[in-house]
């Protein structure tokens, strides 16, 4: 009784900003006195409280939701630590919507109303959870979400997990394409880019596993049991490296689109023909600066890498690859040089230099107009 009344609460808390928002406080009043509360909560469902997997989260839950009729679902988490919906989260959910219904589910301290509005464009369902769990935990929420509506069933055919660390420099159809095409020719589980870091595993970032196979209890369980981690170290550890681990030790029949090894050696065989294998020369060094030096010897000493970083900008221009890590323009883990062509580049914001990234990249490749450049900054 406690938690329906909390969820009553937030829920007419919601209606009041969002009636502020668009203009319609007075239809709000009206629906008030015209129909009485029965019909102002109509919408909250009292089987939404089966999917909550504590009472704390319980309490910190809100659900905006409108039925799913697509049979392919994708579950995007997302977090902003200044809760704010980025422009370039909006791109990506309108080249998923081209081909998923999709569950958006943030862990924002916040969601304002006006972000609301303009996610219920692009979204089936919108899910503000509490901070907790990192991305697993949001995907976790989510899977509960479908399993509670009787969505995860013979006939959804696939769920495709993903997150907002990556910018999408231009459309990415062609990706979600050859996805659903490699679950139709019978692969359970199909990743972007495969790593060695720590131990060999699918980066989580971007992978869709078929309803199929998330219906195995192998899987229930795996989703079942992701609990909080005091770093996100143990949520690599334990989940990202864990699902590799599982879908191994089941055989279940999984693929990579960009597979590291291919990609490492495209990489050097296209440095040895550029430069040759002697690194005495006076020009190894000045060309290899384009590629990262640092990387290249990692790579020849068999040191893993992490493949979204090291690789970006190779993937770009030698893959046809449309993202790129946000962590290239924030935290920078692998001290990636950017190449000199984008490093006189002075910006405020290291978000404006990934943008400004991606439109100098369309021109390298020929594209007129950025996905970039139609989004309006807000």
């Known amino acids: 009784m406690e938690i329906i009344l909390w969820n009553k609460i937030n829920y007419l808390k919601r209606r009041i900003k969002l009636a502020y928002y668009t203009g319609s406080l007075k239809d709000l009043i009206r629906d008030i ?5 029965n019909k102002l909560f109509s919408s909250i469902n009292n089987s939404q409280e089966l999917f909550y997997t504590s009472t704390n989260e319980r309490r910190q839950t809100e659900i905006i939701e409108s039925p799913i009729t697509n049979t392919k679902i994708c579950l995007f988490a997302s977090y902003s630590k200044e809760s704010v919906l ?40 919108i899910i503000h959870r509490s901070n907790e769990g990192y991305d697993f935990g949001s995907w976790r929420t989510g899977l509960n979400y479908l399993k509670t509506k009787k969505l995860l069933n013979e006939d959804c055919h ?22 659903i095409h490699k679950h139709n020719e019978g692969f359970e589980v199909i990743g972007l880019l495969d ?28 989703f079942d049991n992701i ?50 294998t002697d690194i005495s020369s006076s020009e190894y ?9 640092n990387i290249y010897l990692k790579l020849l000493s068999g040191l893993p890498i992490n493949p979204s970083h090291a690789f970006s900008y190779f993937l770009v221009y030698n893959y046809d690859y449309p993202f790129l890590k946000k ?8 001290s990636i040089k950017i190449p000199s062509k984008y490093r006189s580049m002075k910006l405020e914001r290291k978000r404006e230099m990934c943008y400004a990234i991606t439109r100098s990249i369309n021109d390298h490749i020929g594209l007129s107009e950025s996905p970039v450049d139609q989004i309006i900054e807000r």
């Open 327 to 334: 962590e290239l323009a924030t935290i920078n883990p692998m």
């Open 158 to 179: 696939s769920v495709l997990f993903m997150n907002d660390s990556i910018y999408a420099y231009r459309s990415f159809e062609n990706i979600l394409h050859h996805t």
């Open 86 to 125: 980025e422009s370039y989260i909006i791109h990506l959910l309108i080249e998923l919507k081209k081909h998923y219904d999709i569950v958006f589910i943030t862990s924002s301290n916040e969601l304002r109303a006006s972000d609301i509005i303009i996610l219920k464009q692009y979204v089936k369902v």
């Open 285 to 293: 060094y000045h060309i290899l600066d384009e590629y990262n030096p």
């Open 195 to 222: 790593s060695y870091e720590l131990n060999e595993h699918i980066q989580s970032f971007y992978y869709s596993v078929s309803a199929s196979c998330l219906l195995q209890e192998s899987m229930l369980n795996f």
């Open 33 to 37: 006195l015209n129909y009485g509360s």
């Open 227 to 276: 609990t909080n981690q005091s770093s996100k170290r143990k949520i690599i550890e334990s989940y990202e490296i864990g699902f590799s681990k599982l879908i191994k030790k089941k055989k279940y029949k999984w693929i990579v689109l960009f597979p590291f090894t291919e990609i490492k050696s495209r990489f050097l065989k296209t440095l040895h023909d550029q430069i040759g």
